[in-house]
């Protein structure tokens, strides 16, 4: 599979342009740094993210000597092509003061403060593509085909299968290899949750809506 492309960018007077990089898991702006054509060359041929530092003067790979490296998610820019934004898949934290972020507070952690909800987007995404193109061999497709039933059906396994792993988790006082059992199980159930909203074509959107409206 080949990886993300390079755009066409409008590279300002000083032969620089602008990059937002952003954590793929959550959304969070981690730094704001500029690349130049060496540079973003570089970051396409080697899905880690390399900018131009200005006080060296020369090309910069991100975590060259601290081992946080930028992996390479996507690369956009924005309505006139003179600025970036690069999605990533951070190493450690971003900003040299040892924080996950250049924009948390000082002695902030470097660890991620959310669940990574953000990603679901992407499993989505997915999900809604089969129901439009019901591609052959697809188990996506083929539960969309059965209808509500064969979509409920898996629905219901699901949780029921989760009781199961939590009740075990429990029993074993949450062993490592339990509480994997149960990520696994809540993982089945979330997917195959979304897949009946598919076949509904009801976006999760409304689902979220009646849970913020339930909070407030």
């Not at 620089?16 to 990089?21: A, E, Q, R």
């Not at 003067?57 to 601290?66: A, I, M, P, V, Y």
């Not at 948390?104 to 439009?132: K, M, N, V, Y």
């Not at 396994?157 to 062993?175: C, H, R």
Request: some cysteine.
């Amino acid at each position: 599979m080949s990886g993300p492309q390079a755009p066409v960018v409008a590279f300002g007077p000083d032969g620089l342009v602008p990059v937002v990089v952003q954590d793929v898991h959550d959304g969070a702006v981690l730094m704001v740094a500029a690349m130049d054509d060496e540079a973003l060359a570089a970051t396409v041929a080697t899905g880690e993210v390399h900018f131009h530092s200005r006080s060296r003067d020369r090309l910069w790979r991100k975590g060259e000597t601290s081992g946080h490296v930028l992996h390479l998610v996507s690369l956009a820019t924005d309505c006139d092509g003179d600025a970036l934004l690069a999605t990533v898949d951070p190493v450690g934290p971003t900003c040299h003061r040892n924080t996950r972020s250049c924009f948390d507070p000082d002695g902030a952690s470097a660890e991620r403060s959310t669940q990574g909800f953000a990603w679901l987007e992407t499993l989505w995404s997915t999900i809604a593509a089969r129901a439009a193109d019901r591609p052959a061999g697809s188990y996506t497709a083929s539960l969309l085909e059965g209808g509500v039933d064969a979509a409920g059906r898996k629905v219901t396994e699901e949780a029921t299968e989760v009781l199961i792993a939590a009740k075990d988790d429990a029993a074993a006082s949450s062993s490592e290899a339990t509480q994997a059992a149960l990520a696994g199980e809540a993982a089945d159930l979330l997917y195959h949750a979304l897949v009946l909203l598919a076949e509904r074509r009801l976006p999760p959107s409304a689902v979220i809506e009646a849970l913020r409206a339930r909070h407030a």
